[in-house]
Each structure stands twice: as structure tokens, then as C-alpha cells.
């Protein structure tokens, strides 16, 4: 009887084995087809339409946890109004008017100012720099943009009119990865490679001589990426690009002034003057001619405040690798013929409620490592549970109809 045993519990397991692999065959063409509509709708924007309001949930739930530490960065705005008021409606901006701006930034003592302003044009030669003002970054243009072989390659202007050379080592490129199917913001890099060799882009030019200055001490996680020749190796976390931690409200209560708020001759709604000791003030424009707009997952957001976002998120830590399309698709994949496999295992009520559970969580964990919206890896795992409470009402039918076809599983 013994010698007959072994032979039985093998037949078994490979019976269980085949079952399985019976299963995931039939789901296999459902979740080819949700993957290729996954692609499709990637590249026509339909995941963005649906990604703001589970961004805006996402914001929801941040909200009711413990405030992070007070923003380190202070925004301050050139609007339509203050281009019109305090700069006549020209572009470029008037480099005197331009001096006496950052003059008034300088009173409330900031440990850096940032310009985020285009001062490439000749005229800036003759700005005036005051050894009373903190170390300033200047945004510098990246330039006309060249392909050769290929490869896209940007010719960097001089910050001040080409005033002095010297001035581009404490500047960077205001450069973010914007989707090529989608034109939003998700991603930034720290440095690009240009006609100059390699450079910092301005967020992390910023980030840097902050982390010089303050020891910033979650930006100690962060490496190290320098200026070099164009072919110069380089850390991928550098050049890699990397997700934005959006947040909808900054914590910080004076976070974001009008430039027409802090100016010596202010009038009405005046912004006190108290010290910005240790913080970033950064000044910017959403002005309609910086045309600098940028859609974001959380909605349309000026490109000064897309650049603070990017500074908060290098001095937090740094922002996550997003994985490539392939791999993420593959990961979600994965996902679903794991879902594929709790239902072959659990009774079909049992697992209908494990899935309310496992869902949410696969989902969450796909964002997490991938870098991707949760609404990416949405569709396969509801397609993968819609498909097994299809596939059991439809054995039961046939079980109803056909004798003995429903106990097929």
C-alpha cells in the first residue's frame, strides 16, 4: 500500500499545479489588454484627468497627519500686477527696478535669495551687486537648443549680461522633465549635460550652497554632483529623473508674498518686515510673459512655486526614481496575476473581500516603488476581479446547464 501512496500525492500537487497554470492562461489575454490600454492611455493624457483628484485625496490624508517641519522656502511672486506696477509691463525687467526688488528682499535677512529671473540680456551688465545682500543663485538660460547625432544639447547665456564669468558657478539651468505625452510636471533632475559641460540645474544649484551654508540635515543623505565636462562621469542620481513631492499648502504661515507686498514703497497689504534668517527666499514670476505655467498632478501651479516644491523635496531627502514604463507595467503585471492566485485559492466570497483589501494595497505599493500615480495601477487589478467574478457566475451557469461543467475551477 506504501509503494502507492507517493505516486498519488504527486498525481495531486501536478493536478494542482495544472489547475493553477489553467487559470493564469485564461486571465493572461484580459491582462494583455488592460496593459495595452495602460500604454494607451498613458500616452493620451487620460490617467492626468483622473490624477488630480487622487492627488487631492492624497493632500486630504497628509493633511491629518503631523505637520513636517516649517518650510525653508519663501516665494516671492512677480504677478501680472507687479509686472505692470513695479516693472512697466517690460521684458526683459529693468535692471534697476530688478536691483531695487532684491534690495527690499535683503531686509528680511534670508540665509540665500535665488533669482529665478532671465537676466541673460545685455543691459544686466551694469547691475549692481551690494556686498550687504546674502549670497544670491541666479537662474541661468539654458540657451538655444541644438540636436547633433540624435542628442539634444543646450547652449547655456551668462547670468548678468556675461558681467563676470565668475557669476555662472553660482548659477543653474531652471530646467523640470516634463511628460512627453502629457506636458505635466511630475519629475526634475539635478543636473544636465550642455554645450558647457556638465551643470547644475538652478533647484539643486540652490539646494547645494544651502546644504554649504546650513548643513541642512536630511540634505546630508543627498550626493554629490559637481560641474564637469560634458562626457565627465557622473552618479545616476544626478542626472536620473526624479518625482516631485507636491504638497497643495506648503507649512509654512508666510511662505509666499506678492513682490508689490515687500517693497520699500509698499501700499495697503504690506508684508511685516521679520527676519527670514535660515530659510531660501526665492524670488520668481507668473507673470503672463515668463510664460512659465506648468501643469502639475495637483493642478496648474506658476513655475516659481514648481520650483519650491523641487527645493523642499531635495532638502527632505531627495525625490524617488521613477521607474520606466516597461518596468512599471511589468510590475503591474505582476500584481495581477497575484490577485489571479488568491482567487484560485480562496472561495470566491472570501477572496471578493480580501481583494477590498489587497487592491488598495497593491496599488499603494506600485506607487511606492515605481514612482507612478496610483491611478497607473488601478485598472489591471479591478480588470483581474472583474474578470474572476465573471469567469465563476459563468461556471455556474454552465454548471446549471451542463451537468458537471461547473465543477471545472
Given at each position: 500500500?506504501?509503494?502507492?501512496?507517493?505516486?498519488?500525492?504527486?498525481?495531486?500537487?501536478?493536478?494542482?499545479?495544472?489547475?493553477?497554470?489553467?487559470?493564469?492562461?485564461?486571465?493572461?489575454?484580459?491582462?494583455?489588454?488592460?496593459?495595452?490600454?495602460?500604454?494607451?492611455?498613458?500616452?493620451?493624457?487620460?490617467?492626468?484627468?483622473?490624477?488630480?483628484?487622487?492627488?487631492?485625496?492624497?493632500?486630504?490624508?497628509?493633511?491629518?497627519?503631523?505637520?513636517?517641519?516649517?518650510?525653508?522656502?519663501?516665494?516671492?511672486?512677480?504677478?501680472?500686477?507687479?509686472?505692470?506696477?513695479?516693472?512697466?509691463?517690460?521684458?526683459?525687467?529693468?535692471?534697476?527696478?530688478?536691483?531695487?526688488?532684491?534690495?527690499?528682499?535683503?531686509?528680511?535677512?534670508?540665509?540665500?535669495i535665488a533669482v529665478d529671473i532671465d537676466t541673460s540680456d545685455r543691459q544686466f551688465y551694469?547691475?549692481?551687486?551690494?556686498?550687504?545682500?546674502?549670497?544670491?543663485?541666479?537662474?541661468?538660460?539654458?540657451?538655444?537648443?541644438?540636436?547633433?547625432?540624435?542628442?539634444l544639447g543646450y547652449q547655456p547665456l551668462d547670468v548678468l549680461g556675461a558681467k563676470d564669468?565668475?557669476?555662472?558657478?553660482?548659477?543653474?539651468?531652471?530646467?523640470?522633465?516634463?511628460?512627453?505625452?502629457?506636458?505635466?510636471?511630475?519629475?526634475?533632475?539635478?543636473?544636465?549635460?550642455?554645450?558647457?559641460?556638465?551643470?547644475?540645474?538652478?533647484?539643486?544649484?540652490?539646494?547645494?550652497?544651502?546644504?554649504?551654508?546650513?548643513?541642512?540635515?536630511?540634505?546630508?543623505?543627498?550626493?554629490?554632483?559637481?560641474?564637469?565636462?560634458?562626457?565627465?562621469?557622473?552618479?545616476?542620481?544626478?542626472?536620473?529623473?526624479?518625482?516631485?513631492?507636491?504638497?497643495?499648502?506648503?507649512?509654512?504661515?508666510?511662505?509666499?508674498?506678492?513682490?508689490?507686498?515687500?517693497?520699500?514703497?509698499?501700499?495697503?497689504?504690506?508684508?511685516?518686515?521679520?527676519?527670514?534668517?535660515?530659510?531660501?527666499?526665492?524670488?520668481?514670476?507668473?507673470?503672463?510673459?515668463?510664460?512659465?505655467?506648468?501643469?502639475?498632478?495637483?493642478?496648474?501651479?506658476?513655475?516659481?512655486?514648481?520650483?519650491?516644491?523641487?527645493?523642499?523635496?531635495?532638502?527632505?531627502?531627495?525625490?524617488?526614481?521613477?521607474?520606466?514604463?516597461?518596468?512599471?507595467?511589468?510590475?503591474?503585471?505582476?500584481?495581477?496575476?497575484?490577485?489571479?492566485?488568491?482567487?484560485?485559492?480562496?472561495?470566491?466570497?472570501?477572496?471578493?473581500?480580501?481583494?477590498?483589501?489587497?487592491?488598495?494595497?497593491?496599488?499603494?505599493?506600485?506607487?511606492?516603488?515605481?514612482?507612478?500615480?496610483?491611478?497607473?495601477?488601478?485598472?489591471?487589478?479591478?480588470?483581474?476581479?472583474?474578470?474572476?467574478?465573471?469567469?465563476?457566475?459563468?461556471?455556474?451557469?454552465?454548471?446549471?446547464?451542463?451537468?458537471?461543467?461547473?465543477?471545472?475551477?
Open positions: 500500500m506504501s509503494r502507492h501512496k507517493a505516486p498519488e500525492r504527486a498525481t495531486g500537487v501536478g493536478a494542482r499545479y495544472s489547475a493553477i497554470g489553467k487559470r493564469v492562461l485564461r486571465a493572461l489575454p484580459s491582462i494583455a489588454f488592460v496593459l495595452l490600454l495602460t500604454l494607451l492611455f498613458s500616452r493620451f493624457s487620460v490617467f492626468h484627468r483622473l490624477e488630480k483628484p487622487i492627488a487631492d485625496f492624497e493632500m486630504l490624508i497628509a493633511g491629518y497627519m503631523p505637520a513636517s517641519a516649517e518650510s525653508p522656502v519663501v516665494v516671492v511672486d512677480i504677478t501680472d500686477e507687479d509686472y505692470q506696477t513695479l516693472f512697466g509691463g517690460k521684458s526683459p525687467l529693468e535692471y534697476q527696478k530688478l536691483e531695487q526688488l532684491i534690495s527690499d528682499i535683503a531686509r528680511f535677512n534670508p540665509d540665500l551694469e547691475f549692481t551687486i551690494d556686498n550687504r545682500w546674502p549670497p544670491i543663485v541666479w537662474a541661468r538660460e539654458p540657451g538655444a537648443l541644438r540636436r547633433d547625432a540624435n542628442k564669468p565668475e557669476l555662472n558657478r553660482r548659477s543653474g539651468l531652471p530646467m523640470l522633465v516634463v511628460d512627453s505625452n502629457d506636458k505635466v510636471a511630475r519629475t526634475y533632475t539635478r543636473m544636465l549635460r550642455t554645450d558647457a559641460g556638465l551643470l547644475p540645474t538652478f533647484s539643486w544649484a540652490v539646494v547645494d550652497l544651502y546644504r554649504e551654508r546650513k548643513g541642512f540635515a536630511k540634505a546630508d543623505t543627498l550626493p554629490r554632483c559637481g560641474p564637469g565636462s560634458q562626457d565627465a562621469p557622473v552618479p545616476d542620481a544626478c542626472t536620473e529623473p526624479l518625482v516631485i513631492n507636491y504638497i497643495s499648502k506648503r507649512q509654512c504661515e508666510h511662505c509666499y508674498f506678492k513682490a508689490s507686498q515687500i517693497g520699500s514703497g509698499c501700499k495697503g497689504d504690506c508684508a511685516a518686515v521679520k527676519p527670514w534668517g535660515g530659510k531660501i527666499a526665492l524670488l520668481g514670476g507668473s507673470y503672463s510673459d515668463a510664460e512659465r505655467s506648468k501643469d502639475t498632478p495637483i493642478g496648474p501651479m506658476s513655475g516659481v512655486e514648481v520650483l519650491a516644491n523641487v527645493i523642499e523635496t531635495e532638502l527632505d531627502g531627495g525625490g524617488q526614481h521613477e521607474l520606466g514604463l516597461g518596468l512599471s507595467m511589468a510590475m503591474e503585471a505582476f500584481e495581477g496575476l497575484v490577485l489571479v492566485l488568491l482567487f484560485h485559492l480562496c472561495a470566491l466570497r472570501r477572496a471578493l473581500l480580501l481583494s477590498v483589501a489587497v487592491i488598495p494595497v497593491f496599488a499603494g505599493l506600485g506607487h511606492l516603488f515605481s514612482g507612478r500615480p496610483l491611478i497607473f495601477f488601478l485598472p489591471i487589478l479591478v480588470a483581474v476581479l472583474l474578470f474572476e467574478w465573471f469567469l465563476h457566475y459563468r461556471q455556474q451557469l454552465l454548471g446549471r446547464l451542463v451537468p458537471g461543467k461547473g465543477a471545472e475551477h
